[in-house]
């Protein structure tokens, strides 16, 4: 087992959470978070570091945290308040669908900057993206990704994960967006309740969960899903994402 690492100034009760190669902890007198690898795991966080420092050397984008530098072996990030989307979606059951068209829209025109920077995100999933008080949602964890071509060191969970071959393509992700949005707009992710193993064989057949009732955004998740975008650009320039009156009745 991993041991557990403490920046310094802080304790088990500042934890905000952790994953499998890392902690995050709440600074609060720079209301600030501390990322810091488990013992074993510094590979991760110098892969976040560095596309974290390569983001920020151009310019950054609204829909990512905020870095703020190194601290120790980890990072300092952005703090968002209302932590992650899936927690904020299962809990809250009446969301209309003007916040839902928002974290669409910010959620993949962050994924387009990602992907401009040479980065496959690689984990683009609900459970990665974080709301702040503003309910602006802004994607997170790099630490497995792969960048200008390196080897992913994490996978996304079966509900996300492209049924293709090559884990660095741009598929990986556009993939996961399509099941992203499909979880934003439903609440539960694709094909909630079955097996990683039945999903995956499900996703090998082409096949997925019915998006009809949802109109437009449901063509775009499709679309995700069935590999018809060739970027993210191409799903942000769709008349859906564009053009609110289309979804928001």
Known sequence: MAQIRFPTGLKMSDCLGGGLTGMAYLDETSNTVIKVPHEGDEPAIDVERRIYERFQRHGGHRGLLQYYGPFELGIRLEYTSLHNLRQYLQI????????????????????????SMNVIHGDLTCHNISLDNNQNAKLFDFGGSSIDGSEPLIGVTASHRWPGN??????????????????????????????????????????????????????????????????ADDVLGGECLVNPLIVIY
Do not use: M
Request: charge should be negative.
């Open 92 to 115: 809250h059951n009446e969301i209309n669908a003007k916040h839902r068209l928002q974290w669409s829209q910010q959620i993949t025109s962050a994924l387009a900057f990602v992907h």
């Open 166 to 231: 090559d884990d660095k393509s741009t598929q990986v992700d556009l993939f996961a967006l399509g099941s992203t949005l499909y979880e934003i707009w439903t609440g539960k992710p694709p094909f909630h309740g079955l097996s990683d193993e039945e999903i995956t064989n499900l996703f090998k057949q082409s096949e997925f969960p019915k998006t009809q009732s949802l109109g437009p955004i449901g063509e775009v998740i499709r679309g995700c899903w069935q590999g018809r975008f060739a970027s």
